[in-house]
């Protein structure tokens, strides 16, 4: 079957840094997205991997391992709008797929 | 450049009534998308076009669902009957094969509720 795995709830400080984890299994691959979702709102593009290693884009990175069915996303710097739901996706062929999203709160 | 566009913003119906959903795509924006995101949950794919063909629908409920997409532009997502598990966020998202990164960018979507 296909199945996408992250933590359901986090929380961190802010300034601190933190990483979510996401693991999958899908019949195919052609990529990796996370997209950020703030409560009451659709989801916006953050980063899509699609060769193994790290790809950063200022506060926040995002990590694959095509071997291991696993990424992960780097905020650093956090802030207090950093608090969202963080959702990742996996396209394995001609269908994306989201898992239920981590929940982050961002405490000062 | 005008984002995807859906309405109505929020709907609430009794079960067994009958509810439609409309989106506009970014303009030139191939594929279409239906989520239907439950509180807590990630969106999940009902249906996917490609222009006015669908790729995917096998997650639509077909005996109540429906959705169309005539001239490969704008779609319409139908419910009827409605049930109470109904009550979910229905996102329409598109996409472009010439944007590198195949993001999928997503409307505001409709709030449903079914009392």
């Known amino acids: 079957g296909q199945n996408i795995d992250q933590p359901t709830e986090m929380t961190a400080t802010e300034g601190a840094i933190v990483q979510i984890n996401c693991t999958y299994q899908?019949?195919?691959?052609?990529?990796l997205f996370w997209y950020q979702q703030h409560a009451g709102e659709a989801p916006t593009f953050l980063s899509y991997?699609?060769?193994?290693g790290l790809e950063e884009k200022g506060r926040f990175s995002s990590f694959l391992s095509r071997s291991k069915g696993y990424s992960y996303l780097l905020l650093k710097e956090l802030q207090m709008k950093d608090s969202a739901s963080y959702l990742c996706?996996?396209?394995?062929?001609?269908?994306?797929?989201f898992g239920a999203g981590t929940r982050l709160f961002v405490k000062a | 450049e005008a984002g995807v566009a859906q309405s109505p913003r929020y709907k609430i119906i009794e079960k067994r009534q009958s509810v439609a959903f409309w989106c506009n795509p970014i303009?030139?924006?191939?594929?279409l998308y239906w989520y239907q995101q439950i509180l807590g949950q990630g969106p999940k794919l009902l249906i996917q076009?490609?222009?006015?063909?669908?790729?995917?629908d096998s997650q639509l409920p077909k005996d109540r669902f429906s959705a169309e997409r005539l001239k490969g532009v704008d779609s319409t997502l139908k419910i009827q009957p409605a049930k109470l598990e109904d009550s979910a966020v229905y996102l329409c998202?598109?996409?472009?094969?010439?944007?590198?990164?195949?993001?999928?960018?997503f409307g505001p979507g409709t709030r449903l509720t079914v009392t």
């Open positions: 998202a598109s996409s472009s094969p010439r944007i590198a990164t195949y993001e999928q960018y």
């Open positions: 899908t019949s195919g691959f052609n990529g």
């Open positions: 991997n699609v060769l193994d």
């Open positions: 996706a996996v396209n394995g062929g001609f269908k994306t797929i």
């Open positions: 303009s030139g924006h191939a594929t």
């Open positions: 076009f490609q222009n006015n063909g669908v790729v995917d």
